[in-house]
Each structure stands twice: as structure tokens, then as C-alpha cells.
């Protein structure tokens, strides 16, 4: 085929390719289907895109633009502080109204 044509990996007009920091990406959405689990289809995604970023040609990056499950990681992070702080309170204002740390205990476990 070098024989005919030069064939090499790029875009067919350099005017049409997404620059970020001045590299030409490839722009990437993750957008898991309705009954595959977000949060494993990321992170398999994200393992494959640092395999496939070795074999892109120099000066190219892969990079993933839209990732839904990012909403996702950071609203069970949310949940898990929200639940954190209000057993706190919830200790902390049992021990005000009884007055006894012992006490206290019983009720908050």
C-alpha cells in the first residue's frame, strides 16, 4: 500500500480536529446503557483508554469529555458524608438531653 498512498492515522481536515492545550484529542462520551451499571462500565472504559492511548500517534490524546457516572460517584460520596454527620448530631444531641455519656450509647447504637 506505501507503494500508491500515504497512509498514516489523522483527521481528514486538520480544521475539523479537537485541540485541548494545544494536542489534538480524541473526544470520547461515556454513556452507559439503561441496564449495565454505570459506575463498572466507567471504570472499564477508563482502563481501555489508557491501553488504546499507547497505540495513538504521537502528539495525540484520548480523553474522555462526557462521563455521567462522575454525577453519580460524587452524589454516593455525598450520601455517605450526609449519613456520616448526622449520626454525629444525632450522638451528640442524645448526649445533651441525657447528660450521660453510657447512656447515650444505648439509644445511638
Do not use: C, H, M, W
Not at 480544521?15 to 439503561?34: A, C, E, M, W, Y
Not at 455517605?80 to 447512656?103: D, E, H
Amino acid at each position: 500500500l506505501k507503494d500508491v498512498a500515504d497512509v498514516f492515522i489523522g483527521a481528514e481536515n486538520e480544521n475539523s480536529t479537537f485541540k485541548s492545550d494545544g494536542v489534538v484529542n480524541i473526544s470520547l462520551g461515556v454513556v452507559p446503557q439503561s441496564d449495565a451499571n454505570p459506575l463498572e462500565v466507567a471504570k472499564l472504559v477508563r482502563s481501555e483508554v489508557d491501553n488504546i492511548q499507547k497505540f495513538l500517534p504521537e502528539g495525540t490524546r484520548l480523553a474522555i469529555d462526557y462521563d455521567a457516572t462522575v454525577f453519580i460517584e460524587r452524589s454516593i460520596e455525598e450520601v455517605y458524608s450526609t449519613l456520616f454527620i448526622t449520626g454525629g448530631l444525632v450522638i451528640l444531641v442524645l448526649y445533651i438531653f441525657i447528660g450521660q455519656a453510657r447512656a447515650t450509647l444505648i439509644p445511638a447504637v
